[in-house]
């Protein structure tokens, strides 16, 4: 560039410099008067702006009638950096290029009018704040910070779960690195490391807009101390809320679960051969059954605690969600002809273990391990095991073949998929193999009149319908404690348009346990049928209350709501639905239905 067309004026990062007047304006209009020399050098570095520019050359330009020495253009040099508010080790506008050269590295461009004409422009100041905030180092700090926070919030994302830390730890620490980054952020601004180790930035003498003088620099650990107190009352006052009972869906506080209740998350399985998923969940299910029938102790639907099925969550935010006090987990091996089950009774409430017990059995003997750790539960419950019929049950599992029992396992699991014809077909399959091998396993008739039943509702065949009678008389014959096997004939019965021995056959079994959720849901469709909408309301209300987080009493609750064109109640009751089990379509068709009624057809 011309070192003529220099003279008009021209900028160097914020500064204003006037070869003609001599003299360097800076961002905040503080003028200062520059010598012949300073003026001279910075013409002849911006002419080649950018480029190393010899000491000889330079020397030549700003002193062409004598000899001046290094040590004259180095004072020089010197000045003009002192005048920037420069650091020599970190130079931002005049840089030294090896042994023999300087260079004018600042933002520069031509700027024809004087001072007074030019105000100070926006993406100017922009500008110095961002290369101040490159020069402290802060945006890169920030990064920093911001990616090592991500990799430590992963890595316990992963680890916390298995390490059974509570919920809160993952709370906490995220809380603390949110906080951490302004502390961060002003630590990096104000501080700079040095061979001498950590001293107070002395800023850029000459960036008005960005400057931190020095008697603010005592601000810095005001910062610094005003964000860990906020942390520290937030971390406190968050702490006190983690034991505040949790607000329900409707808007009202839940009581406390009572001691006895309890949910049965299923069994892990841990055998060597591995793809016996089915194998922990039938346990799993047989186990909340044999619960269920002990007087006084309240058992978690098992369609609510299956769907807990490999989610690593707090056992506390579990026992909220099932409105339980206790969490039953644990895990399944099986080798050879031999079976241990490990399982751990939790409480809900601090998630601490109250009981853990191991049960190694032979294979044969695995229906009769179930009632073993149902009395081990219960005792540990301190709730009163009635064994009049039990023992009954016992001996029975007893003299069972066990080649019965993996086919009939299976068949439970296969009931627990989506109730399409194919699965169902499957469960039965394997139901009859199952009684094929042990003509009076009642559980395996159970399940097949559970399987047979569930086909009926959708072929309407029915063949499938007596079949399924035939097979829940027979098990309901061997052995008449088998609670779902007169709910599954009882929902024949619905299917099939018999609501008045339906409607019995419920209120036999709430009549033994009030708080069977599945029963109560069954009775409201049964008294829907005969026309009883008041007690059908009451009775899915009921369901709803006892197992809040069943989606099932939810559903048919949505379904009895919308047949009677009362579309804000039932719409309320299927987005219920859709936050259990966001993963159902028929959830978000209902609740497109429910819009549709509504008449809100965008939504």
């Known amino acids: 560039m011309d070192a003529a067309s220099l003279r008009d004026g021209f900028r160097v990062s914020d500064w204003l410099i006037e070869p003609r007047a001599s003299r360097a304006t800076d961002g905040s209009g503080r003028v200062v008067e520059l ?10 570095l911006s002419s080649r702006h950018g480029e190393a520019v010899g000491k000889r050359t330079l020397r030549e ?33 005049i840089a030294s290029v090896g042994h023999d050269g300087y260079a004018l590295v600042a933002h520069f461009e031509l700027a024809p009018h004087r001072p007074e004409s030019v105000p100070t422009r926006p993406d100017a100041r922009l500008h110095r704040l961002l290369s101040e905030l490159r020069r402290r180092s802060v945006i890169k700090v920030g990064a920093s910070y911001l990616l090592a926070m991500w990799i430590i919030l992963q890595v316990a994302q992963v680890t916390f779960a298995p390490l059974h830390f509570p919920g809160w730890w993952m709370t906490a620490l995220t809380i603390l690195a949110i906080l951490g980054l302004p502390i961060v952020i002003v630590l990096a601004w104000t501080y700079e490391i040095t061979p001498q180790g950590v001293v107070v930035d ?64 299923p069994l892990v399985d841990l055998s060597p051969s591995g793809g016996n998923a089915w194998l922990g969940d039938g346990l799993s299910e047989e186990l909340s059954t044999r619960l269920a029938q002990v007087p006084g102790l309240r058992v978690a639907a098992r369609t609510s605690a299956f769907e807990f099925r490999g989610k690593n969550l707090d056992v506390r935010r579990i026992g909220q969600s099932l409105g339980v006090r206790h969490v039953l987990e644990g895990s399944v091996r099986r080798e050879g002809e031999g079976v241990r089950v490990t399982v751990q009774l939790i409480d809900a409430r601090t998630g601490y273990h109250v009981w853990a017990g191991n049960f190694d059995r032979a294979w044969r003997d695995v229906l009769t391990l179930q009632d073993d750790i149902a009395r081990s539960v219960t005792a540990a419950l301190q709730v009163v095991l009635m064994d009049a019929k039990g023992s009954e049950a016992t001996a029975h599992a007893t003299l069972l073949d066990s080649r019965a029992v993996d086919p009939y396992l299976e068949g439970l699991a296969l009931l627990r998929q989506p109730g399409d014809q194919s699965s169902l077909g499957e469960a039965q399959e394997a139901f009859r193999a199952a009684i094929t091998i042990a003509p009076d396993f009642a559980g395996a008739h159970a399940g097949l009149c559970r399987a047979l039943a569930r086909s009926f509702d959708q072929s309407r065949d029915r063949r499938e319908l007596a ?10 014959a061997l052995d008449a404690t088998l ?14 348009g018999k609501f008045r021995p339906a409607a019995e056959s419920y209120s036999r079994v709430i009549a033994r346990n009030p708080r069977d959720a599945d029963a109560l849901l069954g009775l409201g469709q049964a008294y829907e049928g005969l026309g009883r909408a008041r007690e059908a309301e009451a009775s899915l209300r009921k369901a709803t209350e006892i197992e809040p987080a ?3 009493t939810h559903m048919a609750l949505g379904g009895f709501l919308f047949q009677r064109g009362r579309a804000d109640e039932a719409l309320a009751a299927f987005r219920r639905v859709t936050e259990l089990v966001p993963a159902s379509a028929l959830a978000w068709s209902n609740v497109g239905a ?3 009624l509504k008449g809100d057809l965008a939504a």
Request: one cysteine or more; hydrophobic letters at 45%.
């Open 202 to 265: 002395p800023g850029n003498g000459g960036a008005g807009l960005v400057n931190l003088p020095r008697p603010r620099h005592l601000l810095a650990p005001a910062i610094v101390f005003g964000v860990a107190a906020m942390a520290g009352v937030t971390g406190l006052a968050w702490w006190r809320t983690i034991d505040t009972p949790v607000v329900a869906a409707a808007g009202t506080a839940e009581t406390e679960p009572r001691p006895q209740s309890v949910a049965v998350l």
């Open 467 to 476: 079949e399924a009678e035939v097979a829940c008389q027979r098990s309901l």
């Open 550 to 552: 069943y989606w099932s």
């Open 483 to 496: 609670i779902d096997t007169e709910k599954a004939l009882a929902g024949l019965y619905v299917s099939d």
């Open 61 to 93: 330009a700003v002193w062409p009638d004598s000899t001046a020495s290094d040590d004259k253009l180095r004072d020089t040099i010197a000045s003009l950096r002192a005048l920037f508010g420069e650091n020599p080790r970190h130079p931002r506008y």
């Open 35 to 44: 010598t012949q020399n300073q003026t001279q050098l910075l013409v002849t």
């Open 594 to 596: 429910a819009l549709h």
